[in-house]
């Protein structure tokens, strides 16, 4: 059933995703046509590049915004609205519905970003990109030699924080639409209150720990980085691994209980 349930789910978000997806390449490819009349002393020019880098700019930005609506719109819909009533008689339990949910926003979110990369490569394709690329390779090769393996570690652990991360900020969504349903009128506004307290309160303490970073001795923290740099690096980026999967295991723990003991359809 999990496996039909991720069938579905791919299958909705596949074709809104392959919409914006295709419009904002679209664009890029538009984008870069006008560059081939290149004129800077050209009005029509002037005035056809910059409204189409108005537009791909914008197009970027929305692309990107949609596919996180849609990852809300999804688990709203689907689970909290007469869709509900559907969703929860099949044989699944509420933690498989979180995840299959959370699985197929984190996959199109990342898709829509590979999108935007390969539209931002055409939208400026050209002399420049090579260099680009070159400059890469040349930081890469150069950091591999200074810091040997070291490097690959390095990329492995952003890439698992930034997965963390972006689950976490999902299930944040997910956490205050939960808790939103608990009330028994105006869902959607209460669902909006939790998120705002919820942006206060995360507010307020990473002001307290900056004060009690400065506190401690920031000196001290900047030392340890200079004396052991690789070593320091590879604690910092763990501790934030297993600080962002402990709340996103808290975000997930507050949807599964609404869902499993505060459910309310009506």
Same mark, same amino acid.
């Given at each position: 059933?999990?496996?039909?349930?991720?069938?579905?789910? @791919? !299958?909705?978000?596949? #074709?809104? +995703?392959?919409? /914006?997806?295709?419009?904002? *390449?679209?664009?890029? $490819?538009?984008?870069?046509?006008?560059?081939?009349?290149?004129?800077?002393?050209?009005?029509?020019?002037?005035?056809?590049?910059?409204?189409?880098?108005?537009?791909?700019?914008?197009?970027?930005?929305?692309?990107?915004?949609?596919?996180?609506?849609?990852?809300?719109?999804?688990?709203?819909?689907?689970?909290?609205?007469?869709?509900?009533?559907?969703?929860?008689?099949?044989?699944?339990?509420?933690?498989?519905?979180?995840?299959?949910?959370?699985?197929?926003?984190?996959?199109?979110?990342?898709?829509?970003?590979?999108?935007?990369?390969?539209?931002?490569?055409?939208?400026?394709?050209?002399?420049?990109?090579?260099?680009?690329?070159?400059? @890469? !390779?040349?930081?890469? #090769?150069? +950091?591999?030699? /200074?810091?040997?393996?070291? *490097?690959?570690?390095? $990329?492995?652990?952003?890439?698992?924080?930034?997965?963390?991360?972006?689950?976490?900020?999902?299930?944040?969504?997910?956490?205050?639409?939960?808790?939103?349903?608990?009330?028994?009128?105006?869902?959607?506004?209460?669902?909006?209150?939790?998120?705002?307290?919820?942006?206060?309160?995360?507010?307020?303490?990473?002001?307290?720990?900056?004060?009690?970073?400065?506190?401690?001795?920031?000196?001290?923290?900047?030392?340890?980085?200079?004396?052991?740099?690789?070593?320091?690096?590879?604690?910092?980026?763990?501790?934030?691994?297993?600080?962002?999967?402990?709340?996103?295991?808290?975000?997930?723990?507050?949807?599964?209980?609404?869902?499993?003991?505060?459910?309310?359809?009506?």
């Amino acid at each position: 059933m999990v496996k039909k349930l991720f069938k579905y789910e @791919i !299958g909705a978000y596949l #074709k809104t +995703s392959l919409v /914006i997806n295709l419009a904002l *390449l679209a664009i890029s $490819i538009v984008g870069r046509i006008i560059q081939f009349f290149e004129n800077g002393e050209s009005v029509i020019y002037n005035l056809a590049f910059g409204s189409s880098v108005f537009f791909f700019v914008s197009a970027l930005f929305a692309a990107n915004i949609m596919m996180l609506v849609l990852a809300i719109k999804r688990f709203y819909k689907n689970l909290f609205t007469a869709e509900g009533y559907l969703s929860f008689t099949l044989p699944v339990t509420a933690s498989q519905h979180i995840t299959v949910k959370l699985l197929t926003a984190m996959l199109f979110i990342v898709i829509g970003f590979v999108s935007s990369i390969v539209a931002v490569l055409i939208m400026t394709a050209g002399e420049l990109t090579p260099e680009i690329f070159k400059a @890469i !390779g040349y930081i890469f #090769k150069k +950091s591999f030699s /200074i810091i040997g393996g070291h *490097l690959i570690f390095y $990329i492995i652990e952003m890439l698992v924080l930034l997965l963390l991360s972006l689950a976490y900020a999902i299930l944040v969504y997910y956490a205050c639409i939960c808790f939103g349903q608990r009330a028994k009128k105006g869902r959607v506004g209460k669902s909006v209150l939790a998120y705002f307290v919820y942006y206060l309160i995360t507010q307020v303490i990473y002001t307290v720990l900056m004060i009690i970073g400065v506190g401690l001795g920031v000196d001290d923290i900047l030392l340890l980085f200079v004396k052991a740099p690789i070593a320091s690096i590879h604690v910092t980026l763990v501790i934030m691994i297993f600080t962002m999967f402990g709340l996103a295991a808290l975000m997930f723990s507050i949807s599964r209980k609404t869902m499993e003991n505060k459910l309310n359809l009506e």
